[in-house]
């Protein structure tokens, strides 16, 4: 279906389309085999400007938004969602500061994510806050010109392979969700380090780390927006990032779809390829189906959100469970397809069903969408 | 650092056909591509360029659409491209293309340091480089795996070899050709998309290089095409077996046989 995308859409489409085709799919297999960061790749993504797309003109990017991200993602994930992950988590990293922060903040560390010299991760999760962000446990002290960071952060992505890192930490315990901020950490602070890394199911070319902050002292002016408004910017970088997740599962049900109507062509059972076979044919229309739905929903919903509407919660959840449970199905349909060949890593759609598993709980599980949806139906309608 | 990279619009190799009554290359319809081993020469010049600073100028000699190229190398970190367009130029065969550039790097002037691909993968011929350097009285390396060391003065180069590789260190200005074990490149970016949008293309005929007539196209070519075909398939293959002193044996009795 033809979006009429803009000039400079397309540019970046067919950009990340390069980098998919001629650095991704070479070495995809090899990085899950080998649980590989794709470094190389992120460089190769940054001499291409992608990093830039998502940045402000006047800080060095081109000043796209979440639609914008939203094609690049998709493209990349049709190479491989693990390295896709890698390069949205750098953009995760920095919305708080593009949202919150102060011009010194921006001035100082949006023209190097745009640049792709140094890559940014976000770190939320901890073993006891999951789906309720509420439980975190991480604390920030003040003490004269610094504050003081103690906890330890779970699963973050691109942890100890970015620099940046924008840490929620709770200024105020007492005062639950109103009492945290976010704060901006970086490589090599003193009392900062790495911890566990985690062996994944899917996604594995994608680092999964702890960060673990033991009196970490860093600068004053490292406090993003007001002491006390985490929370809030943590759920308005969610709702800008979600429609990238959902363009994950976009991506990865379409390079599932080639993959089995290829091998569907080619596959000949009882004298016929077996894309002749009805019952075959039907998965494949289902499969095409769903994903045109989707691709169609994430699209709508990137472009309401970047007109900063006030309902973006409700668009930004429906679209990033519809997209990611079709991307589950329609990869899980696709190693049907292909039977016996599709269970074998010779073939590519048993890692894609492994990376689309994440997609339906990571960036807030498919359950607290649907709890996001309806609380948000339940206000419309009161 | 002034480096200029001469490149080639060919037709995609992955969709070759003849066309069986002229049997002459069918180009309706095959993509035009940037010949593979220029994408690696323009990445080494501007790997070059990014360390020692100066500027990447590109140059081809093709019929207008040949800008294509042009535009794709300036997206990939090339700063100027120039075309080399005129009806004369046409028939050119591999004396005449390499006399034709000669001149054209005598117009712009005063390059450090020319960088071809290996060859072009319709002609498949490799003599355009090396043609190039001769006629400009340059010294040059073929057939290049890697940049070891460069510098204003001077620049230092592997060449690759059947049995391993020639180190070779040459005086600036000189010129190489390259293969593609040289380096990955790059992604054209969308900065330099936008850039290669705008950019004017410098064009030049063959009076603005003041170029011999009887040098150029068809009439300075002395290579004469007599026939080209595709050859028949040849079934008559024999697959020698055993140990590798028996492979050995078998193939000599079958060679002294056919003398």
């Known amino acids: 279906m033809d979006y009429l995308f803009t000039e400079q859409q397309q540019m970046i489409i067919d950009t990340a389309r390069e980098i998919t085709n001629e650095k991704i799919i070479p070495v995809r297999a090899e990085l899950d085999e080998q649980n590989q960061f794709p470094r190389e790749i992120l460089h190769d993504i940054a001499k291409a400007d992608l990093f830039s797309i998502f940045v402000p003109e006047e800080y060095g990017g081109l000043g796209g938004g979440c639609f914008e991200i939203v094609l690049a993602l998709e493209e990349l994930a049709r190479g491989c969602v693990g390295v896709a992950t890698s390069f949205a988590a750098s953009a995760l990293g920095i919305f708080p500061v593009m949202i919150a922060g102060s011009d010194e903040q921006k001035q100082k560390y949006l023209p190097e994510i745009a640049s792709g010299s140094r890559w940014a991760a976000f770190g939320l999760t901890e073993a006891n806050a999951g789906s309720d962000a509420s439980g975190i446990r991480t604390t920030a002290v003040e003490d004269g010109d610094f504050w003081v960071l103690n906890g330890t952060k779970q699963w973050i992505t691109n942890g100890g392979e970015s620099q940046i890192y924008s840490i929620v930490a709770l200024t105020d315990p007492s005062k639950g969700a109103r009492g945290a901020s976010i704060f901006m950490v970086e490589d090599g602070d003193p009392g900062f380090s790495y911890g566990k890394k985690e062996d994944k199911m899917g996604i594995r070319s994608s680092s999964t780390r702890?960060?673990?902050?033991?009196?970490?002292?860093?600068?004053?002016?490292?406090?993003?927006?007001?002491?006390?408004?985490?929370?809030?910017?943590?759920?308005?970088?969610?709702?800008?990032?979600?429609?990238?997740?959902?363009?994950?599962?976009?991506?990865?049900?379409?390079?599932?779809?080639?993959?089995?109507?290829?091998?569907?062509?080619?596959?000949?059972?009882?004298?016929?390829?077996?894309?002749?076979?009805?019952?075959?044919?039907?998965?494949?229309?289902?499969?095409?189906?769903?994903?045109?739905?989707?691709?169609?929903?994430?699209?709508?919903?990137?472009?309401?959100?970047?007109?900063?509407?006030?309902?973006?919660?409700?668009?930004?959840?429906?679209?990033?469970?519809?997209?990611?449970?079709?991307?589950?199905?329609?990869?899980?349909?696709?190693?049907?397809?292909?039977g016996g060949y599709g269970y074998m890593k010779e073939y590519p759609v048993e890692k894609m069903m492994r990376d689309a598993k994440i997609l339906q709980i990571y960036e807030g599980t498919n359950q607290i969408q649907r709890n996001v949806v309806g609380q948000e139906l339940n206000k419309e309608y009161s | 650092m002034k480096l200029l990279v001469c490149v080639k619009q060919v037709p995609d190799a992955k969709d070759v056909r003849l066309d069986p009554k002229t049997n002459t290359l069918a180009r309706?319809?095959?993509?035009?591509?940037?010949?593979?081993?220029?994408?690696?020469?323009?990445?080494?010049?501007?790997?070059?360029?990014?360390?020692?600073?100066?500027?990447?100028?590109?140059?081809?000699?093709?019929?207008?659409?040949?800008?294509?190229?042009?535009?794709?190398?300036?997206?990939?970190?090339?700063?100027?491209?120039?075309?080399?367009?005129?009806?004369?130029?046409?028939?050119?065969?591999?004396?005449?293309?390499?006399?034709?550039?000669?001149?054209?790097?005598?117009?712009?002037?005063?390059?450090?340091?020319?960088?071809?691909?290996?060859?072009?993968?319709?002609?498949?011929t490799a003599q355009v480089g090396p043609g190039l350097a001769c006629r400009l009285n340059l010294p040059y390396a073929a057939c290049v795996q890697k940049t070891r060391q460069v510098s204003a003065k001077a620049i230092e180069?592997?060449?690759?070899?059947?049995?391993?590789?020639?180190?070779?260190?040459?005086?600036?200005?000189?010129?190489?050709?390259?293969?593609?074990?040289?380096?990955?490149?790059?992604?054209?970016?969308?900065?330099?998309?936008?850039?290669?949008?705008?950019?004017e293309i410098q064009q030049l005929s063959a009076a603005d290089i003041g170029a011999d007539p009887q040098c150029i196209g068809l009439a300075g070519s002395p290579t004469q095409v007599v026939r080209i075909f595709s050859p028949e398939p040849r079934g008559d293959r024999q697959i020698f077996s055993g140990s590798v002193d028996e492979q050995v044996d078998q193939l000599v009795a079958c060679l002294k046989a056919h003398l």
């Not at chain 1, 109507?261 to 289902?286: E, N, S, W």
């Not at chain 1, 739905?293 to 006030?310: F, S």
């Not at chain 1, 429906?318 to 397809?337: G, S, Y």
Request: aromatic content about 4%; some cysteine; charged content about 25%.
């Open chain 1, 210 to 338: 702890e960060l673990i902050m033991k009196d970490c002292r860093i600068p004053k002016d490292r406090l993003v927006g007001r002491r006390g408004t985490g929370f809030i910017t943590v759920m308005k970088t969610l709702d800008v990032s979600r429609p990238g997740i959902a363009s994950l599962g976009i991506g990865l049900a379409q390079a599932a779809l080639d993959e089995a109507v290829t091998y569907a062509k080619q596959r000949v059972q009882f004298g016929r390829p077996i894309i002749a076979f009805q019952a075959v044919q039907h998965m494949l229309a289902d499969m095409a189906i769903q994903l045109e739905a989707g691709r169609a929903l994430v699209y709508a919903a990137a472009k309401h959100i970047d007109n900063h509407p006030k309902d973006m919660s409700k668009a930004s959840s429906m679209c990033k469970v519809f997209a990611t449970d079709m991307a589950m199905k329609v990869t899980t349909d696709a190693v049907q397809v292909l």
């Open chain 2, 28 to 124: 309706e319809g095959v993509e035009a591509i940037m010949n593979p081993y220029d994408r690696h020469a323009l990445e080494e010049a501007v790997v070059i360029k990014e360390k020692l600073g100066g500027t990447v100028t590109v140059v081809t000699m093709g019929p207008p659409q040949a800008e294509a190229v042009l535009r794709e190398s300036i997206a990939c970190g090339a700063d100027e491209g120039v075309l080399v367009s005129d009806r004369a130029f046409a028939g050119a065969d591999t004396w005449a293309t390499s006399y034709t550039l000669a001149k054209t790097v005598e117009t712009l002037g005063g390059f450090d340091l020319i960088l071809c691909g290996k060859q072009a993968i319709d002609g498949d």
């Open chain 2, 157 to 199: 180069v592997e060449r690759m070899m059947d049995d391993g590789y020639d180190l070779l260190r040459l005086p600036l200005p000189a010129l190489l050709t390259v293969v593609k074990d040289i380096n990955e490149p790059r992604v054209a970016s969308l900065k330099g998309k936008m850039k290669a949008k705008k950019a």
